[in-house]
């Protein structure tokens, strides 16, 4: 397969979201001026044409307020006509007086209603939607849409195929970004579409039962590495998030080109698919200019970026879809459970820099190569946990789905007090010397085989007093299985009779941000050879087990119903718990092994549902 | 003392931008001066710029072209 696969969004949005800065001076109860529905119809036609002047077809998303505009629909269909573009819908853009009038609420984002009044605006739009067009959409989306929403959608209105269901890691950090007043708290999804779970939308379905029915797509292509340490925000398929982020000069912004280049080059560790989605709000392109960027320069750049695909396009290297044709091509042509696989290089820093990404129905995960290849972001989608949002739910505006590894929310292999955070990494002793190897930088390669992909971490050399050696790191993701191997291997050393002893551990904790959640109950246990179990019960108490010769080490966290083990495939390995203390929320486990040169340590992480 | 308003350019704080956080200066008629109503930043457009030209120095790649090939040479380095 040869496959890159564009969706261009436009929305005609009455209100928008950003256009209003005089928001600010107090002048704006009266949301609905004319200037404003008129210069939003004008951004709305200028996109569209963009789109169409570069051999694009789109996707037009009618927004509430625009259900009730006679013009923008007539607009709407005679795109439809002309281009052949698709005419959908989306739960963005809803406020407007119609909507004020009849709701009596100014919420603006869809998946934080209370589950009553979501049903009905999702009844009462789709009704509005079909009377005005004469027929139900077959896409709709929003910033994120919970799987109880989704459900209630496809049983009502089973012919929706497809909706943008989440906005890619947009979450503490866009929170922070946004001055703390921006709710779109949904960090774990995947980065590229996907067939999301009954249970939970960011997690991927396991199977034709726990299929939810709609192809699920993230709101913008953004960039792997970068969004790792900042708000993703400004690194995306959106021109004007890159302006935001100030990663250009005057109107040149060759770093947008850069993106989508490495989104074709993700079509390498995807089987020859990849995929971008391209989406900008009207209030990015309105007239009185977007912070310090006047019009001139947004516009030029949404105009320079839909040419690339244009051109893209020309060359026969992209092909423009609607929403529902990239749904139903989705369906036939990609596997229901993943995997999703991203290799991601520096482009924007220059650094070697590297990310690997890994989803399944099973988890997401976050290998970072400039910590030596460690796991820095683990969310356990083989848990399906049942996490509703939005007005009167537990989780309210927290729509993120857990982690049970976050290194940069929860410190990693840097803490100020003994022992790490939160991270799956390995440590080399010799001696009384002791290395983590997140401390060496390293680059991955790229691999697959028989119902597993792979990661290959170029060897790392570690220096102690009296001995260096190499030590070659491989992951093999065993797709949804939740099996991850890991295979440390000793390779070189300065002294080839030279012993090390390999501790493969993994520091975990649960959560949605930076915050430490309550880890009380958890259950950690070591399980050795003659089946013996010595388990505890997570007490914040400092206490810890070893033995010498396990079958393996496990703990249980049930705030996220997530069972997670580190079991040796090599002979003869010792493990260990250690439970931890408030000022030291994790809980580790480890597998340790004595190994000599080129002897190895397999281990296999393994993620579970636990009951 | 006189009312802050939006500036001629809608400017966000240069020390909030640091910490990432995205928060619109005020601009002071009387003083000529752009002010934060978050941190304790204040000063003329030209140190806003200044600190912006620092801000985006992290990006060292940034007007740099990688096509899908340079990208793919990466995977050989
Ligand atoms: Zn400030």
């Known amino acids: 397969m040869d496959k890159f696969i564009l969706n261009v969004i436009h929305r005609p949005e009455l209100v928008p979201e950003y256009i209003d800065t005089s928001a600010q001076e107090g002048q704006t109860e009266e949301v609905s001026k004319k200037e404003v529905v008129s210069e939003s119809l004008d951004i709305f036609r200028l996109q569209q044409n963009i789109a169409h002047q570069n051999g694009l077809r789109t996707t037009i998303q009618m927004t509430y307020s625009s259900l009730f505009n006679d013009e923008c629909i007539e607009m709407a269909k005679q795109y439809h006509q002309e281009f052949g573009d698709e005419i959908g819908h989306t739960f963005l853009g809803l406020n407007c007086k119609e909507f004020r009038d009849k709701y009596h609420s100014k919420e603006l984002a869809m998946w934080l209603f209370p589950m009553d009044l979501k049903q009905k605006i999702v009844v009462d739009s789709f009704e509005l939607f079909k009377d005005v067009f004469g027929f139900y959409p077959t896409s709709t989306g929003s910033y994120f849409l919970d799987a109880e929403l989704i459900n209630f959608i496809k049983e009502k209105y089973p012919m929706i195929k497809t909706a943008i269901a989440t906005c890619f890691e947009e979450g503490p950090k866009i929170f922070r970004h946004t001055n703390s007043s921006w709710y779109t708290l949904m960090d774990g999804s995947p980065w590229t579409a996907w067939i999301p779970s009954k249970k939970n939308t960011h997690a991927i379905a396991e199977n034709e039962d726990d299929d939810i029915g709609i192809v699920a797509l993230p709101h913008l292509s953004r960039d792997l590495l970068a969004i790792m340490d900042n708000a993703g925000d400004m690194f995306g398929t959106h021109p004007q998030n890159i302006i935001r982020g100030l990663i250009y000069e005057d109107d040149r912004l060759p770093y947008m080109y850069n993106l989508v280049d490495q989104y074709q080059v993700m079509k390498k560790f995807n089987k020859g698919f990849s995929y971008n989605l391209a989406y900008v709000g009207p209030g990015w392109m309105g007239k009185g200019g977007r912070w310090e960027a006047p019009y001139r320069i947004l516009k030029k750049s949404y105009e320079d970026f839909i040419a690339y695909y244009g051109h893209l396009k020309s060359e026969g290297k992209i092909q423009d879809m609607t929403m529902t044709e990239f749904a139903d091509w989705f369906r036939g042509n990609q596997p229901r459970s993943g995997p999703l696989v991203g290799l991601w290089k520096d482009l924007l820093y220059g650094t070697k820099n590297q990310a690997f990404w890994y989803a399944d129905s099973k988890f997401r995960v976050q290998i970072d190569l400039k910590q030596g290849g460690a796991i820095t972001d683990l969310r356990p989608y083989a848990s399906k946990l049942t996490r509703p949002c939005g007005a009167g739910t537990k989780a309210n505006q927290d729509a993120s789905y857990p982690y049970i590894v976050h290194s940069r929310y929860r410190a990693g292999a840097f803490t100020h007090y003994a022992g790490e955070g939160a991270i799956k990494s390995c440590k080399v002793r010799h001696g009384a010397e002791e290395v983590d190897v997140s401390a060496c930088r390293t680059t991955g390669a790229y691999d697959e085989g028989e119902g597993c992909r792979i990661l290959n971490i170029r060897p790392v050399e570690i220096e102690f007093a009296n001995l260096t050696i190499k030590l070659a790191t491989t992951y093999t993701f065993k797709e949804n299985t939740g099996e991850i191997l890991i295979s440390r291997k000793f390779i070189e050393s300065s002294d080839p009779n030279a012993k090390i002893e390999i501790d493969e551990f993994l520091a975990s904790c649960w959560g949605t941000t930076e915050y430490p959640e309550d880890l009380t109950g958890c259950v950690l246990s070591v399980i050795e050879k003659d089946g013996s179990r010595n388990e505890l019960s997570y007490e914040y108490r400092c206490r810890e087990y070893a033995a010498d010769n396990i079958q393996s080490v496990e703990a249980v966290i049930p705030h996220v119903q997530t069972k997670v083990s580190l079991i040796p495939q090599s002979p003869k390995c010792g493990g260990y718990y250690e439970e931890g203390y408030s000022f030291a929320p994790n809980l580790k486990l480890g597998v340790v092994k004595t190994i000599g040169l080129n002897e190895e340590l397999v281990t296999c992480l393994k993620v579970e549902q636990a009951k | ?77």
């Open chain 2, 1 to 77: 003392m006189s009312q802050g308003r939006a500036g001629k350019i809608n400017y966000r704080c240069p020390n909030c931008l640091f910490r990432d956080i995205d928060f619109d200066l005020l601009y002071d008629k009387e003083e000529n001066q752009y002010y934060c109503r978050r941190c304790n930043w204040e000063g003329m457009e030209e140190e806003i710029l200044f600190q912006y030209a620092a801000y985006k120095r992290k990006y060292k790649d940034m007007l740099k072209r990688y096509t899908v090939e340079d990208i793919l040479a990466k995977d050989e380095e």
